[in-house]
Nanobody
Framework: QVQLVESGGGLVQPGGSLTLSCAAS????????MAWYRQRPKNGRELVAS???????DYASSVEGRFTISRGNAKNTVYLQMNTLKPEDTATYYC??????????????WGQGTQVTVSS
């Protein structure tokens, strides 16, 4: 199994910034794509940003220009820098990764989620 552990959530005022981190661990694994999803109250889970192993990123239109996704040098960590936060960004944020442990089949893995609350 590959474990994903998120950190960095919290309470921030509108217009503020937060950085989320996600670290993968496990036995002999390799990760291809990583992403951040979020789930707002009464909404389904939605893709916020994704990044390939090569560093190609993509963003939801609602966060483009405000959020930046990046990966660590070892490719097993992913970050989400969130700037100019709005109350509608309030959600539980989940880390996602496509990973393989047999170097053949990739499976989806999720973190446990970290709460981000934007409120004055």
């Amino acid at each position: 199994q590959v474990q994903l552990v998120e950190s960095g959530g919290g309470l921030v005022q509108p217009g503020g910034s937060l950085t989320l981190s996600c670290a993968a661990s496990g036995r002999q694994f390799s990760i291809s794509d990583m992403a951040w999803y979020r789930q707002r109250p009464k909404n389904g889970r939605e893709l916020v940003a994704s990044i390939t192993r090569a560093g190609i990123s993509d963003y939801a239109s609602s966060v483009e220009g405000r959020f930046t996704i990046s990966r660590g040098n070892a490719k097993n960590t992913v970050y989400l820098q969130m700037n100019t936060l709005k109350p509608e960004d309030t959600a539980t944020y989940y880390c996602f990764a496509q990973a393989t442990q047999d170097m053949r089949k990739y499976n989806p893995y999720w973190g446990q989620g970290t709460q981000v609350t934007v409120s004055s």
